[in-house]
């Protein structure tokens, strides 16, 4: 059940769109400024301190739930459509596809979509797309496997600042996008209409794993694939992999992207760096492709990225892998251009 405090905002730490850092009573803690309005230091905030007091991954920050310096909070909603349903915290985000005038594309037209089943995959992927195609345009799809709000990403507000991508979509729960969907497919939809040359869908920061054979998050990663190739989009799946983690189930290719695959019903495009062992998937197409210094491009970009806490230098393995995701994707990019040149 949760727990809760109230106390004073002793500092303001950091702010952005939908986000403040703050310290209560010298005590971390965030504010998700969409749902229950900025804080200024000197005001009595209600914390949640659940998740810090079981020791949960959140990294050691409170979440503030309500500003007891404000009588009322009310901003204007995108539409009709609730996010955080039934909670205390139901918001009108709106979605856009109830939006007047608002046509889905027929089908996807063999748009490339990037499952995976990490968030840090994210910037792999794109960083070796956009050095491969420089000209492709990333979308991001935000699923609600995760972390709820999009600005609490770090990662993402980085990867905008390098431009490295251009669109966010938050599908079902999750909100704080440019776009807000109902769901995963409708997601895909918005980004292709959004004019994206391939759709990354990843679940958010704080993944949910357990040591049972179905208890993790990125088992998403299947009803990604499925949904991506029955829209008549093109999917790829980047395999987790780890050449440092100390647990069996994700040292080498991790068995969670394997349970993923082995759920998904239409083929995915697997792609492995070049001299590595191909695993046995008989259901997808798995390839080798060769794989650009991923660490150093994103050193280039200036974004940083970790993965357990690790980075390119702890864990080469990971990002390399990840990165294969990217050369499949921008491989497909290109072929999808050139499909679409032969038609003018």
């Not at 965030?30 to 949960?56: E, F, H, K, W």
Request: glycine content about 14%; hydrophobic content about 45%; charged content about 15%.
């Amino acid at each position: 059940m949760p727990s809760f405090r109230t106390g004073a905002v002793t500092a303001l730490l950091s702010e952005r769109p939908g986000l403040q850092r703050v310290e209560v009573d010298g005590r971390r803690a965030y504010v998700l400024t969409q749902l229950t309005g900025p804080v200024a230091v000197g005001d009595r905030v209600v914390v949640n301190t659940t998740a810090v007091d079981l020791g949960l991954g959140t990294g050691g920050w409170d979440v503030v739930h309500w500003n007891l310096a404000r009588d009322a909070w009310s901003v204007p909603g995108g539409g009709h459509i609730m996010k955080l349903r039934y909670t205390s915290l139901q918001a009108d985000t709106g979605a856009a596809e109830e939006v007047p005038g608002y046509e889905p594309p027929g089908d996807l037209a063999g748009l490339p979509v990037v499952a995976c089943g990490l968030h840090s995959q994210l910037a792999c992927v794109a960083v070796v797309v956009r050095h491969l195609v420089p000209g492709a345009r990333v979308a991001y799809v935000m699923t609600d496997g995760g972390a709820l709000p999009l600005a609490l990403s770090d990662l993402v507000v980085a990867l905008r600042a390098a431009g490295l991508v251009d669109t966010t979509v938050t599908a079902g729960q999750a909100f704080g996008g440019d776009l807000e969907a109902v769901n995963v497919r409708s997601a895909l939809d918005l980004a292709a209409g959004a004019g994206a040359d391939l759709a990354v869908v990843a679940t958010g920061p704080g993944v949910v794993g357990t040591s049972t054979p179905h208890g993790f998050s990125g088992l998403e990663v299947a009803s990604v694939v499925d949904l991506a190739a029955k829209g008549g989009g093109h999917p790829i799946v980047p395999l987790r992999f780890s050449g440092a983690d100390r647990r069996d189930r994700h040292r080498g290719v991790s068995r969670q992207s394997l349970v993923a695959l082995e759920h998904a019903h239409a083929r995915a495009v697997v792609p492995v760096p070049t001299g590595e062992p191909l695993p046995g998937l008989k259901h997808h197409d798995v390839v080798a492709v060769d794989v650009p210094p991923v660490g150093d491009l994103l050193a280039a970009a200036g974004v940083v990225v970790t993965s357990m806490g690790r980075g390119p230098g702890d864990d080469p393995g990971f990002f390399a892998y990840a990165g294969a995701g990217g050369v499949a994707a921008a491989g497909a990019v290109g072929r999808r251009r050139a499909a679409r040149d032969s038609l003018r």
